[in-house]
């Protein structure tokens, strides 16, 4: 192996005492040497020689200088020692030396050629070991081979990238990727081979990690050499050549093709299961171990009105009622604990206060880590409850009123007889003394007799006259006897009509359905309050509201309302409220009641009518 420098001598014509010179060359750590220039031996070795090479002074002192040079060094070193000797110049040189134990030691010498004090030339020696950076070295250019044995059989690009987006560095493995040789990429940048959509983002990448540093990765597609682009997936990393100085950046790159396209299908089944799922009739959810909802479809989270982020900090505990949340949290533990699934109904308390009956279906699942999460099929079937409550109140109406056509003109017709006697026996004078008696009589015939009218009133083929009337004429009609009868009782009725265009309707019985929803709300109203008609339209049904400032309604009675002969007032037949229903029913309307401790609103709901079957009807 050759030396790195040249050996060069220069004369240095005065020098210190042999004592100061003696007194340095003894305490450095630095080999000195003196060496005869004619015969090339020792003359001088100082101690850092004898303790470093292993030879003591009188083996030096019979040595010449280049009998332990390497013999890889020795020709080199050789001419530049007698190059230097000639032409009288000194220099500085590294070569290798074998101690005494075999071994050799990386050296770097700096000779210097002065004449002695009795005018003889001699050569001084300053050695120093430096086998230990030497050692360095060739193991960092090892390690560097190796580097560069690996990076050229990587399946993965490495690219470096200078400041200016130049590649410096191409690995073999470029061609594989994107069909391009190593050096016809080497020297410019590949900004022209990106994708339109995908270059000013891949260059605020490679700049971003030269000003902010550290690493980073990004997918981008390019063009290969056959014209169809390809996904790269890109991991950088900012260094320091050790050369250079300079800092760039190492792009480690490889083809994911395969991979966006695998992932892009997997996207397209999870859009279609997606749209699937939300285009469900059925509420579904899942959820994880801790019950912390993990999705929810489109169709539950609109019922329940809260938004996706507030859904994500919620379990499915926070929506259910509080009355049944202990129930559902019994359940959910059987559920997960025994790994079976299971039905049950479960009442949902929504964002606005509505509860919503749902008939929830649960099952666990246990993925490959062995975590239970829940998944959760739900049907609203809060007007299905409705719609049955209303066939069994419609069912008992149909009996009654089945009853009523039966018996009622039956039951009417000796009543009026007996009232007619009554009267006759009162007029005749022989029973004066049993008039209040005969005023009793009377009065319970007639009370009797207003009942068995109302009952006719739920008879099923009772003949309705529809004809196109205006829903707030017919309430404007009632409002002064309403009114009187409120004032009676130091309470008000108050209007809140809006314009409603005409519907048909039986006027004798909105009158009468008017009369018992004020009749009842006045009841339920403290003196000194009010009770509020009022009509609106919205979409395409026309509302009668009756509201009062009642106590409200307890929820024992609530679920009974409506059926006849059921009553809470002591003077109370129980048809009243059931009366109303039959007439909703025959206008194809629906009541709904909400109570709450500040009132009660009873909501009737008429639908609009079919313009061409209007105009049949006038016809007709």
Known sequence: MQPNNN?????????????????IAENTQDMIAIVDPQTLLFKYVSPANIKIIGYSEEEFLNRRCLDGIHPEDRDYISTRLLTG??????????????????SYIWLETSGRLYQSEDGKAEILLVSRDITARKRTDEALRESERRLRRITDNMLDSIVCINRQGIMEYVSPSHRSIIGYMPEEMVGKTNAELLHPEDCQRYVDFISHLFHEGG????????????????????????????????????????????????????????????????????????????YRLTYI???????????????????????????????VKQKAREYKQGGVSG????????????????????????NHS??????????????????????TRMAQLYTVGEMAAGIGHEIRNPLTAVRGFLQLLQKSGDFGQYDCYFEIMLEEVDRANTII??????????????????????????????????????????????????????EKEIRHLVFNLVRNGLEATPAGGQVKIAT???????ILEVADQGEGIAPDIFEKLGTPFYTTKEEGTGLGLAICYGVAARHQAQIEIISSSSGSRFLVRFKMPDTESAEDHNNW
């Open 7 to 23: 050996i060069n001598f220069i004369a240095v014509p005065n020098l210190l005492s042999e004592e100061k010179y003696r007194l």
């Open 85 to 102: 000797i000639r032409y009288q110049v000194g220099g500085n040189a590294e070569y290798r030396y074998f101690k005494k134990d075999g």
């Open 215 to 290: 690493n980073g990765a990004i997918e981008y597609r390019a063009r290969h050499r056959e014209g169809h682009y390809v996904w790269l997936e890109s991991v950088g990393k900012v260094v320091r050549d050790r050369n250079a100085g300079t800092l760039e950046v190492i792009l480690g790159t490889r083809d994911i093709s395969a991979r966006k396209l695998a992932e892009q299908e997997l996207q397209k089944q999870l859009d279609y299961q997606n749209s699937l799922i939300n285009d469900m009739n059925e509420w579904f959810c899942t959820y994880d171990c801790n």
């Open 297 to 327: 479809n489109k169709i539950a989270a609109e019922n329940i009105g809260y938004s996706l982020e507030e859904l994500q900090n919620m379990t499915i505990f926070d929506l259910v009622a509080p009355e049944q949340r202990e129930y």
């Open 343 to 366: 039905n049950h109904e479960v009442l949902v308390k929504c964002k606005n206060g509505k509860e919503t009956l749902l008939r929830v279906k649960a099952s666990p699942i246990t």
């Open 370 to 391: 062995g975590i239970n999460v829940g998944l959760i099929l739900a049907d609203d079937i809060s007007e299905q409850r409705r719609m049955e409550k209303e066939m």
């Open 453 to 506: 009218s109302e009952f006719l009133m739920l008879a099923k083929n009772r003949f309705i006259d529809l004809r196109l009337h205006n829903l707030n004429q017919i309430i404007e009609t009632l409002y002064s006897l309403l009114q009187a009868d409120a004032i009676m009782a130091d309470k008000f009725v108050i209007l809140a009509l809006q314009k409603v265009p005409d519907i048909f309707l039986d």
């Open 536 to 542: 609106w339209r919205n979409k395409e049904e026309i």
